[in-house]
């Protein structure tokens, strides 16, 4: 993105007539000078600060658009990219014990079109290897088609759901994708029941 392009994107964001009612106030340039000369550089990369950022934005919290608190110096192409996410789709990433509800929170929540990585289903799909224990193959397989989907899920165009058992990749991958990370718990008797139940499930189906 040029530079014309990043003040394209920045004016795009003041066009709303309240909006630029403010930034186009003296109390606010007053407020921006002072915290840039407190703040030269970009509070993310270190570079020369040009922009003054709201953490909150304008039009969501007026008590806070003089509050130094809510502010943070910005070089223009840090600033660009954070405004660029907002309007990016929401990401999600769940979490938890096996039997723990996480599927049930997705199938809640999504929506037609949406993006899900849910290990087991694929497993089920692409291998026919719904449940453990799956040989390597199958595990490097849905290794390196995760790493695809994640790769996908930071450029995403749709609402993303990422069904990740274990806790430390989850919190990675969320934070790497600027996700909400939702962590499953449920009361261990039923956790236990539904995976009896399971079980019960696939042999049935294994007859």
């Not at 990043?6 to 003041?14: E, I, S």
């Not at 003296?26 to 550089?41: D, M, S, V």
């Not at 070089?75 to 907002?86: G, I």
């Amino acid at each position: 993105m040029d530079r014309r392009q990043q003040h394209r994107l920045y004016d795009q964001n003041r066009r709303d007539p309240e909006a630029k009612k403010f930034y186009d106030s003296a109390a606010w340039k007053r407020t921006r000078e002072i915290k840039l000369t407190n703040q030269p550089t970009c509070e993310i990369c270190g570079r020369f600060a040009e922009m003054c950022h709201h953490l909150n934005p304008v039009m969501a919290d007026e008590a806070g658009r003089l509050d130094p608190a809510n502010l943070k110096s910005l070089c223009m192409a840090c600033h660009s990219r954070l405004e660029a996410e907002k309007s990016r789709p929401p990401a999600f990433v769940i979490t938890g014990l096996p039997a723990s509800g996480k599927t049930y929170w997705v199938n809640q929540h999504r929506q037609r079109g949406d993006a899900v990585w849910d290990a087991d289903e694929i497993a089920a799909t692409v291998f026919q290897c719904p449940r453990y224990p799956r040989p390597k193959h199958v595990l490097d397989g849905l290794a390196a088609l995760r790493d695809g989907f994640t790769q996908y899920a930071m450029i995403r165009k749709a609402p993303v759901y990422m069904i990740i058992a274990d806790t430390a990749d989850a919190e990675r991958i969320a934070t790497q994708l600027g996700a909400e990370l939702v962590r499953m718990h449920v009361p261990e008797s039923e956790r236990q029941s539904r995976l009896k139940t399971r079980t019960a499930d696939t042999t049935t189906r294994g007859l």
